[in-house]
């Protein structure tokens, strides 16, 4: 069974950081590309980032290039998402995302909460 | 960046009513569109990629359909469980993008 399991979410001050895991099972992240996407409260789905399982070439929105940066620990099966410079407007509920090897998002986590404020 | 618009921004219809939600692109994304279903606190869940084709599990009453700019995800008789808002993504070109929502409403 495919699992995601989100964690390191919490509350951080604007310009703070964070690192985000997301500890696959039932599946080998190697495989398959993965993604983030967040949701602003009461808001809609955005894509932030995604890394590609072959070349491990990665991808990212405008608004946090330069900020995040998406990696993987193949020994631990595990995605990242390096998160510095935190604005508020970063502040989301953040999802774990396998991607099917035509890229849409087959399995989500439940997400992992960044509120980013003073 | 390819924006998706999706239409109505709510549907309000009763069990076993049709719902046809609508989803066009800015540009054209050939078939590369997915729908998502989100029930309140929980994570998305893909219902139909590749504009047609239904993901493991997604009852029948899901359809898909459309190509180029414009795209419908159709439900043949709602069910109270349908009650969620649904979205669209194309994965044509990067950004990855999703539409804004449309919220079907079960009476």
């Known amino acids: 069974e495919v699992q995601l399991l989100e964690s390191g979410g919490g509350l951080v001050q604007p310009g703070g950081s964070l690192r985000l895991s997301c500890a696959a099972s039932?599946?080998?992240?190697?495989?398959?590309?993965m993604s983030w996407v967040r949701q602003a409260p009461g808001k809609g789905l955005e894509w932030v980032s995604s890394?590609?399982?072959?070349?491990?070439?990665?991808f990212y929105i405008d608004s946090v290039k330069g900020r995040f940066t998406i990696s993987r620990d193949t020994s631990k099966n595990t995605l990242y998402l390096q998160m510095n410079s935190l604005r508020a407007e970063d502040t989301a509920v953040y999802y774990c995302?396998?991607?099917?090897?035509?890229?849409?998002?087959?399995?989500w986590g439940q997400g992992t909460l960044v509120t980013v404020s003073s | 960046e390819i924006v998706l618009t999706q239409s109505p921004a709510t549907l309000s219809l009763s069990p076993g009513e049709r719902a046809t939600l609508s989803c066009r692109a800015s540009?054209?994304?050939?078939?590369?569109l997915a729908w998502f279903q989100q029930k309140p606190g929980q994570a998305p869940r893909l219902l139909i990629y590749?504009?047609?084709n239904r993901a493991t599990g997604i009852p029948a009453r899901f359809s898909g359909s459309g190509s180029g700019t414009d795209f419908t995800l159709t439900i043949s008789s709602l069910e109270p469980e349908d009650s969620a808002v649904y979205y669209c993504?194309?994965?044509?070109?990067?950004?990855?993008?999703f539409g804004q929502g449309t919220k079907v409403e079960i009476k």
């Open positions: 890394l590609r399982e072959t070349d491990s070439n990665t």
């Open positions: 995302v396998k991607l099917t090897n035509t890229w849409f998002g087959d399995f």
């Open positions: 039932g599946f080998t992240i190697t495989n398959y590309p």
């Open positions: 540009q054209t994304i050939t078939n590369y």
């Open positions: 993504q194309q994965r044509n070109s990067w950004p990855r993008t």
């Open positions: 590749d504009a047609s």
